[in-house]
């Protein structure tokens, strides 16, 4: 089983992200700001597809290094997934919702450790 610091399974996921075309890639360290997380991973897909796509890309290739989600939800419709790792949580949004929901403006006091495109 691999052993991540927060901050670099945040950037791993950012990663495996930006390989599977998701859309401007966020990692917010927000661990001063909630004694939820500690990082959360934004990003977001074209559509609903992608944004299934995303996820489960990033479920797998985490799992096969022996790392599961605490917690998801979403899956079923694909507009806002959502994968709890504890200290990183992901939001994997299709562009209307990541639009609407405007994560970035929320926790707009948290440092932003990394924005990534698609390759």
Do not use: C
Not at 32 to 61: H, P
């Amino acid at each position: 089983m691999a052993e991540f610091e927060s901050v670099d399974l945040a950037k791993k996921i950012a990663e495996l992200a930006a390989d599977k075309k998701a859309q401007n890639v966020v990692v917010l360290e927000v661990e001063e700001l909630t004694t939820v997380t500690d990082y959360f991973v934004i990003m977001s897909g074209n559509n609903e597809n992608q944004v299934k796509a995303i996820a489960r890309e990033i479920e797998d290739e985490l799992a096969d290094q022996g790392l599961e989600p605490y917690r998801q939800a979403g899956k079923n419709h694909g507009r806002w997934i959502l994968l709890d790792y504890k200290d990183v949580v992901v939001h994997v949004f299709h562009k209307q919702e990541r639009s609407f929901y405007d994560l970035e403006r929320l926790w707009a006091d948290a440092e932003e450790i990394l924005t990534k495109e698609a390759d």
